[in-house]
Nanobody, 119 residues
Framework: QVQLVESGGGLVQAGGSLRLSCAAS????????MGWYRQAPGKQRDLVATLTSGGTTNYADSVKGRFTISRDNAKNTVYLQMNSLKPEDTAVYYCNLRWEILKVRSESWGQGTQVTVSS
């Protein structure tokens, strides 16, 4: 069983910065992808950024150049540095961990952390 615990959300003014952290614990397969998704009220959950254990990143177009995802594999922790925040970045941010063993895909989600950007 894998557990994800997020931290770092909060209220910030437009143009400000926040750093989210997500620590994974439990039975974690070394080859995996960790990432962040977000869900605004009344909208679907969307990709923000992902980072594989091998170092490959993927960003949503809306955050490219402003957000940076990183990870510490030794600590099973993923980070999301968010700069130049905009009101439209307001959402609940969810951490995600997914892996594949013998072609069986699995994933785990965190409980979510609120990010609110005021104009």
């Amino acid at each position: 069983q894998v557990q994800l615990v997020e931290s770092g959300g909060g209220l910030v003014q437009a143009g400000g910065s926040l750093r989210l952290s997500c620590a994974a614990s439990g039975s974690i397969f070394a080859i995996n992808t960790m990432g962040w998704y977000r869900q605004a009220p009344g909208k679907q959950r969307d990709l923000v950024a992902t980072l594989t254990s091998g170092g490959t990143t993927n960003y949503a177009d809306s955050v490219k150049g402003r957000f940076t995802i990183s990870r510490d594999n030794a600590k099973n922790t993923v980070y999301l540095q968010m700069n130049s925040l905009k009101p439209e970045d307001t959402a609940v941010y969810y951490c995600n961990l997914r892996w594949e063993i013998l072609k069986v895909r699995s994933e785990s989600w965190g409980q979510g952390t609120q990010v609110t950007v005021s104009s």
